[in-house]
């Protein structure tokens, strides 16, 4: 054999590896090292076998529902009381972290959902307790995380701790705010029955009605609706005081 033909030997060697499908056992040759299956009817029947393996496994291990560690679509969006195109919403976000088994299979993870009702509870504790999170003290500010964070550090606002988050004192915030030029006004937010009081109505249908009529920015948390008090006085001015607030 002549060395041209030494060289195409060994080249076609490299080239042509002789492989073992996982599925039939059946040798193949291949130019793909990191290929295991000899047909796509192949590949397709190993991970059918996966998928059903994995959901085995869930159904055994994972029965009781406080004990899972992976919830799908529909118990994610009934353990947080949301729809189900919202649960979506949320993994596009990146705020629910998911192990895809498939197109039309997806699992959240149990770690991704507690940490996503923590925030959710942490923004109503730390709102209920007169206190900003760092994003609503970014929006007041104008600035970025690491500015905020130092303008807070330097004024030495003070905090409040809930588990892993911290919130900083509307007060000082608030103070602080007003003192800084270019920076947005203090926004407060109420909830339905506060407002109601705000305006000393107890017509709610009338309340409502206000709030819808003058396009009233409105925010949800935790499956509660709040409504911005700073545009509740504005529009109530604008329509020659219709309600007569007590502030």
């Not at 899972?68 to 195109?85: M, P």
């Amino acid at each position: 054999m002549c060395s041209f033909e030494v060289l195409i030997h060994i080249y076609m060697e490299n080239v042509n590896i002789v492989k073992t499908c996982l599925v039939c056992k059946k040798t193949f040759i291949t130019d793909n090292k990191r290929r295991r299956f000899c047909c796509e009817r192949c590949n397709a029947a190993y991970y059918h076998q996966v998928r059903k393996s994995v959901h085995a496994y869930l159904s055994l291990v994972e029965v009781d529902m406080s004990k899972k560690l992976h919830y799908t679509v529909k118990e994610t969006a009934y353990l947080l009381d949301v729809s189900v195109q919202q649960v979506y919403r949320l993994i596009k976000k990146k705020k629910l972290s998911v192990l895809n088994l498939g197109p039309r299979e997806t699992l959240v993870t149990r770690k991704s959902i507690d940490f996503y009702k923590d925030t959710l509870n942490a923004a109503e504790y730390l709102s209920k307790n007169g206190s900003y999170t760092l994003q609503e003290v970014m929006s007041l500010t104008n600035l970025g995380q690491t500015s905020a964070y130092n303008l807070i550090k330097l004024h030495g606002i003070r905090k409040i701790r809930f588990k892993k988050f911290v919130g900083y004192n509307k007060e000082d915030i608030d103070a602080l705010v007003a003192e800084l030029p270019g920076s947005k006004r203090a926004v407060h937010w109420l909830t339905f029955k506060e407002v109601c009081n705000l305006l000393n109505s107890e017509d709610e249908y009338q309340v409502m009605f206000f709030l819808v009529n003058f396009r009233i920015p409105r925010r949800k948390r935790s499956g509660v609706w709040y409504f911005q008090k700073e545009e509740i006085v504005d529009k109530n001015q604008e329509s020659h005081k219709r309600f007569n607030i007590s502030m």
